[in-house]
């Protein structure tokens, strides 16, 4: 098993995604849709992921096209981000 990689560029990834898919993480926390638990799942999801360096410039890219999309098909939580997208538009 590969080491995971660095917690706080992780949860930095996992925020920069919650911009981009326009889910916002802290409501949703705050809200009670996601817990503590949640929160480290992505983050830990997140560091075993190996497209963390193409993820960073997915949303690098995604930050000048200044929309929101849908997270890439590689990102480890993808099923969390579209699950808290359809949960937002309620």
Known sequence: MA???????????????GQATGVDLVAAHHDGVIDRS???????????????????RWLDQQALKG?????????ENSATFH????????
């Open 38 to 56: 949640d929160w480290s799942e992505m983050v830990t999801n997140c560091r075993g992921c190996a497209c963390a360096e193409a993820c960073d």
């Open 67 to 75: 929309g929101t999309a849908r997270p890439p098909e590689y990102c």
């Open 3 to 17: 080491p995971l990689g660095d917690i706080h560029k992780h949860l930095h990834l996992v925020r920069r995604m």
């Open 83 to 90: 699950r808290l997208g359809r949960v937002a538009a309620e």
